[in-house]
């Protein structure tokens, strides 16, 4: 793709100007460079050696349109440590255009695929002494504890393990003023 040009008909041009006469950007495919929490550098490089393709999907800025799809090319050689992050650099293809140079996109690196795996808001997350829970609405109105182990997260929802069942309704707002076997009423929902 040009760029605008940077001269006239007329202009003095040198061989030795930095910016030249036209730049030129290649758009198909793109490619994208973001960091990861050093957390996750033992999983992309375990996929790595295995010659396993680790997944990437760019998303736009309010992350509601997936612009495009691809995969981890390499990654740098140390992890920044004023930042804790492995710059990571991945191609993506574009035949439609819709990703554009310098484009600010939201990066998802794609490490696991979590199969029969339960997701609860992440508004819903407690953290105490115990560890990290969720309040779930029983019989009545009445909220129980109930552990939960943490999983991937991904946007607003968090996979966890723990005893929860699918359709089990859980607290995401007023928390902070909840003990078990609290009252509680379902607000916004419409009934059956």
Not at 173 to 180: I, M, S, T
């Amino acid at each position: 793709r040009l760029g605008l040009k940077q001269v006239d008909l007329g202009s003095l041009v040198r061989s030795s100007d930095p910016n030249g006469l036209v730049s030129i950007t290649q758009t198909h495919p793109m490619a994208a460079v973001f960091a990861v929490p050093e957390i996750h550098v033992a999983d992309v490089q375990r996929q790595l050696r295995a010659k396993q393709a680790v997944r990437v999907e760019a998303w736009s800025r309010d992350d509601a349109t997936r612009l495009a799809t691809g995969v981890v090319d390499s990654t740098d050689n140390a992890i920044d440590t004023a930042t804790g992050t492995l710059r990571i650099k991945a191609s993506l293809p574009n035949p439609k255009g819709e990703l554009f140079p310098n484009q600010f996109a939201n990066i998802r690196l794609l490490l696991n695929d979590l199969k029969d795996t339960l997701a609860v808001p992440t508004a819903a997350i407690q953290r105490g002494a115990t560890g990290t829970f969720v309040y779930v609405v029983g019989e009545g109105g009445k909220v129980r504890i109930e552990k939960v182990g943490l999983l991937a997260a991904e946007g607003d929802w968090q996979a966890v393990t723990g005893s929860l069942n699918p359709g089990d309704q859980v607290v995401t707002d007023g928390a902070d003023r909840l003990r078990n076997g609290s009252v509680v009423s379902v607000v916004g929902r419409k009934k059956p």
